[in-house]
Antibody, heavy 124, light 107 residues
Framework: QVHLQESGPGLVKPSETLSLTCSVSGASVRSYYWSWIRQPPGEGLEWIGFIYYNGPSNYNPSLKGRVTISVDMSKNQVSLELRSVTAADTAVFYC????????????????????WGQGTAVTV | SYELTQPPSASVSPGQTATITCSGETLTNRHFYWYQQKPGQAPVLVIYKGSERPAGISERFSGSSSGTTFTLTISGVQTEDEADYYCQSADSGGTWVFGGGTKLTVL
């Protein structure tokens, strides 16, 4: 069973860089696309960006220039960096896999986000 | 930028059918998804690629599209279906966007 666990500091100061890690178990980070999504308190979901292990990535145009998503294959982790944060970046951050049950590996991110972590709350 | 518009709220009685709509400027060359989110929990994918149901999702959930609107239909609504529902779309360039969400109340 695939399990995702987000981790990182719960408090970040304005203008600093928010860094989060998504630890993946039950699957290889080489096998799927991975997204980060955030949800401000009491608000809706916002897609931040995604990545595939060998490079293809894309980001929300509204965040481009401030965000970087990367993969650490040795640790089977996906990371998020969001620079120059402000109070508007306060949110619960989720990582998610693009895939489907029974699909052991795929480059088709259009399966959608079928496995999510529990989320980690970050306050700026 | 591409935007998806959902009604903020919807209500339905148990056993009835709920329909939640999501409108975009165009549906051409895009894929569509629906997620269910209950309070304090992560979202759950209930429909992908417009009308496909992930393993373990009840047959009561179905997706369809017409014109510039795609729709989530929940038949035989149960109290456990009360949740926020988010539509999502992806374009051919790999840019994803969520709708604002619809709070479904089961009266």
């Amino acid at each position: 069973q695939v399990h995702l666990q987000e981790s990182g500091p719960g408090l970040v100061k304005p203008s600093e860089t928010l860094s989060l890690t998504c630890s993946v178990s039950g699957a290889s980070v080489r096998s799927y696309y991975w997204s980060w999504i955030r949800q401000p308190p009491g608000e809706g979901l916002e897609w931040i960006g995604f990545i595939y292990y060998n490079g293809p990535s894309n980001y929300n145009p509204s965040l481009k220039g401030r965000v970087t998503i990367s993969v650490d294959m040795s640790k089977n982790q996906v990371s998020l960096e969001l620079r120059s944060v402000t109070a508007a970046d306060t949110a619960v951050f989720y990582c998610a896999r693009h895939g489907a049950a029974g699909i052991v590996a795929t480059t088709d991110h259009y399966y959608g986000m079928d496995v999510w972590g529990q989320g980690t709350a970050v306050t700026v | 930028s591409y935007e998806l518009t959902q009604p903020p709220s919807a209500s339905v009685s148990p056993g009835q059918t709920a329909t939640i709509t999501c409108s975009g400027e165009t549906l051409t060359n895009r894929h569509f998804y629906w997620y269910q989110q209950k309070p304090g929990q992560a979202p759950v994918l209930v429909i992908y690629k417009g009308s496909e149901r992930p393993a373990g999702i009840s047959e009561r959930f179905s997706g369809s599209s017409s014109g510039t609107t795609f729709t989530l239909t929940i038949s035989g609504v149960q109290t456990e279906d009360e949740a926020d529902y988010y539509c999502q779309s992806a374009d051919s360039g790999g840019t994803w966007v969520f709708g604002g969400g619809t709070k479904l109340t089961v009266l």
